[in-house]
């Protein structure tokens, strides 16, 4: 706006100045002229033909011209000799440097001279000398003609006020149309200015309102344009990053980042679990991941060589398999490293186990084999001549051959339940009757240890569905277990409850019973609290884990109790709901 009124008045002034000054040339001019007339028509009319007394009488009579125009005819000197403004003596003295101009032969002029007119007031002039000459060409009389410049002077002080009023009328307007145009130009500069700085501070949903078609309008729309799609590629950005937060947040792998410094940059939350972080430590750098983790430090050296490097590392009780791999940026630079962490403690366990089942196989055939071979070899030696040793060494064999093919068969059991290829023959079972059952094939071990056994049968009859055969197994096993790790004179109970969902065996003794540490794996594989004794009674160890095996094929669960010392009960879990409706 300021700009704009500057311009306005800049050019008011330069053009008001130009107008008022040629106007002025021209008033000038013009008055010359008419002066010069005048001065003509005076010498033509009085000087010429006249003599110098006439002069006065001539100019009076003959010229009745305008009246802001005086006459004078002046000598050679100077002297006025005669005046349309004075008709006799004293005439009035013009010193005007036009006159001294017009002594030499030429036409002079004057302007704005200020002098006394005949009442005495001070009053500005255009005067013109001009000299009137005779045929030689010499100056006689000079005729000064003059008038007021006051007519003239306010026709150009009008014309400026004119101008003037005109000016401050521009400015006006000018003001007027620099608002309304502030108002369309710069309104729109602002509120968008103002839409940027918001875009910029995160301000996405925002559209600013289009006013126009011009330059600015379009503007504007490029703006609404570049915020919208800014808004749909950060939000596509954002659902993007999301997603790849969800993929990482639960994935069962742990995935850390560091950048090219070795600062953490990201770790997921399987990261922090399988490393056993209570929470992130923001801080932590790739050497003091490698150092709190004791982590082959080779791996430092191998980065940035090798595609990825594979580290197994244990943190507690776990096992974990680390793989580090580089990222690098496109000309090829290394920018960071990604570890992906994997729990490899089930797959060492089972390993493990794998090992250790070999070599339990291998130990349990060793011993028998060895007694085989040796009573062989001593028969063979010479001992089969006497029959009663050679009888009695036949039979360890043939005992040995049994452990082995039980040993055999158990194993081909466990192993069919591992293959799932079990099937079951599922059938009515009144539990009183089979449990009676049982105590009259057992009653006779029993008896041999003087151990009492015992069946409390139920007053209402108990129906299960199962496998006659395998849950006779498992009956037999147990209370076997009871009879063979409970001294003399003990007493076996077998007794029915049932809750809820289960009707449950329990077969109790008052045994040797199992102690605390002891007591959670006697159904792992192989597992006996007391090998000599177990081996001795002609138990594989393997007894317990089919037992658990049977129970759980049939959707129930076999536990145990026990007291070192005091006695066990083993307790057979029977779903009520097995088999399903749907299933059978
Ligand atoms: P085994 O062939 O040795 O009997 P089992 O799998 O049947 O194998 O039993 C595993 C181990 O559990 C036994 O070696 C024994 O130490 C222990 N055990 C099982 N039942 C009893 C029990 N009633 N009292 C004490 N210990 C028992």
């Given amino acids: 706006m300021i700009m704009y009124l500057g311009l306005v008045l800049v050019v008011m002034i330069v053009s008001g100045t130009y107008i008022l000054?040629?106007?002025?040339?021209?008033?000038?001019?013009k008055s010359n002229q008419q002066l010069e007339l005048y001065a003509e028509k005076i010498s033509e009319q009085?000087?010429?033909?006249?003599?110098?007394?006439?002069?006065?009488?001539?100019?009076?009579?003959?010229?009745?011209?305008?009246?802001?125009?005086?006459?004078?005819?002046?000598?050679?000197?100077?002297?006025?000799?005669?005046?349309?403004?004075?008709?006799?003596?004293?005439?009035?003295?013009?010193?005007?440097?036009?006159?001294?101009?017009?002594?030499?032969?030429?036409?002079?002029?004057?302007?704005?001279?200020?002098?006394?007119?005949?009442?005495?007031?001070?009053?500005?002039?255009?005067?013109?000398?001009?000299?009137?000459?005779?045929?030689?060409?010499?100056?006689?009389?000079?005729?000064?003609?003059?008038?007021?410049?006051?007519?003239?002077?306010?026709?150009?002080?009008?014309?400026?006020?004119?101008?003037?009023?005109?000016?401050?009328?521009?400015?006006?307007?000018?003001?007027?149309?620099?608002?309304?145009?502030?108002?369309?130009?710069?309104?729109?500069?602002?509120?968008?200015?103002?839409g940027a700085k918001n875009l910029a501070e995160g301000e996405l949903n925002q559209s600013l309102k289009v006013r126009s078609s011009d330059e600015i309008g379009q503007l504007t729309s490029s703006f609404n344009y570049m915020a919208s799609e800014l808004k749909k590629n950060l939000?596509?950005?954002?659902?993007?990053?999301?997603?790849?937060?969800?993929?990482?947040?639960?994935?069962?792998?742990?995935?850390?980042?560091?950048?090219?410094?070795?600062?953490?940059?990201?770790?997921?939350?399987?990261?922090?679990?399988?490393?056993?972080?209570?929470?992130?430590?923001?801080?932590?750098?790739?050497?003091?991941?490698?150092?709190?983790?004791?982590?082959?430090?080779?791996?430092?050296?191998?980065?940035?060589?090798?595609?990825?490097?594979?580290?197994?590392?244990?943190?507690?009780?776990?096992?974990?398999?680390?793989?580090?791999?580089?990222?690098?940026?496109?000309?090829?630079?290394?920018?960071?490293?990604?570890?992906?962490?994997?729990?490899?403690?089930?797959?060492?366990?089972?390993?493990?186990?794998?090992?250790?089942?070999?070599?339990?196989?291998?130990?349990?055939?060793?011993?028998?084999?060895?007694?085989?071979?040796?009573?062989?070899?001593?028969?063979?030696?010479?001992?089969?001549?006497?029959?009663?040793?050679?009888m009695e060494f036949l039979g360890i064999i043939d005992s040995e051959a049994d452990r082995m093919a039980f040993l055999v068969r158990d194993l081909l059991q466990l192993s069919r339940f591992d293959n799932k290829q079990v099937y079951l023959d599922i059938t009515e079972i009144d539990l009183n009757e089979f449990l009676m059952q049982t105590v009259r094939q057992n009653k006779i071990h029993a008896e041999a240890k003087h151990q009492e056994l015992t069946f409390e049968p139920t007053e209402k009859p108990v129906i299960i569905y199962a496998d006659r055969d395998r849950v006779g197994q498992v009956v037999n096993n147990i209370v076997t277990n009871a009879i063979k790790y409970s001294l003399d004179r003990a007493s076996i109970r077998i007794f029915i409850t049932e809750d809820k969902d289960y009707y449950k065996i329990s077969v109790k003794d008052t045994g040797m019973g199992i102690s605390r540490e002891d007591l959670p794996r006697i159904f792992e594989r192989f597992y006996r609290v007391d090998k000599a004794r177990s081996r001795a009674m002609g138990g594989t160890g393997l007894g317990l884990a089919i037992a658990k095996e049977i129970m759980e094929s049939h959707e129930g669960k076999l536990t145990a109790e026990s007291e070192y010392g005091k006695g066990t009960t083993m307790t057979m879990w029977f779903s009520k709901h097995f088999p399903r409706i749907d299933e059978a």
């Fill in 21 to 29: 000054l040629t106007l002025r040339s021209a008033e000038i001019n």
């Fill in 46 to 194: 009085v000087v010429e033909g006249n003599t110098e007394d006439m002069f006065q009488e001539q100019l009076s009579n003959t010229l009745t011209s305008a009246e802001s125009m005086q006459g004078n005819i002046l000598d050679i000197y100077g002297r006025t000799i005669a005046s349309t403004a004075v008709r006799q003596a004293p005439y009035p003295v013009f010193s005007d440097s036009a006159v001294v101009t017009a002594m030499s032969g030429e036409t002079a002029y004057s302007f704005a001279k200020k002098s006394t007119d005949e009442s005495g007031l001070v009053r500005e002039w255009i005067s013109c000398a001009y000299p009137v000459k005779d045929i030689s060409g010499t100056v006689n009389y000079i005729v000064y003609t003059r008038m007021d410049a006051a007519d003239m002077q306010e026709n150009l002080v009008a014309t400026a006020r004119t101008i003037l009023v005109a000016a401050i009328i521009s400015l006006l307007l000018a003001a007027t149309m620099g608002y309304i145009f502030a108002q369309t130009l710069t309104g729109p500069i602002l509120a968008l200015t103002r």
């Fill in 235 to 390: 939000s596509e950005i954002s659902r993007e990053k999301n997603r790849l937060e969800i993929i990482l947040h639960n994935m069962t792998d742990g995935v850390i980042s560091f950048d090219k410094n070795g600062n953490l940059m990201h770790i997921n939350s399987a990261g922090m679990e399988l490393l056993q972080m209570e929470k992130m430590d923001e801080n932590m750098t790739f050497s003091d991941f490698i150092r709190a983790y004791d982590i082959n430090s080779g791996v430092l050296l191998d980065i940035g060589r090798d595609h990825s490097k594979k580290v197994t590392f244990s943190v507690g009780k776990q096992f974990l398999n680390a793989s580090f791999s580089p990222y690098y940026n496109r000309p090829g630079k290394m920018e960071g490293v990604v570890v992906v962490l994997q729990d490899i403690t089930e797959q060492k366990k089972l390993d493990d186990m794998r090992k250790e089942f070999v070599a339990n196989v291998s130990h349990e055939l060793r011993t028998p084999l060895t007694t085989v071979k040796s009573y062989t070899e001593t028969l063979m030696e010479g001992a089969v001549e006497e029959k009663e040793l050679a």
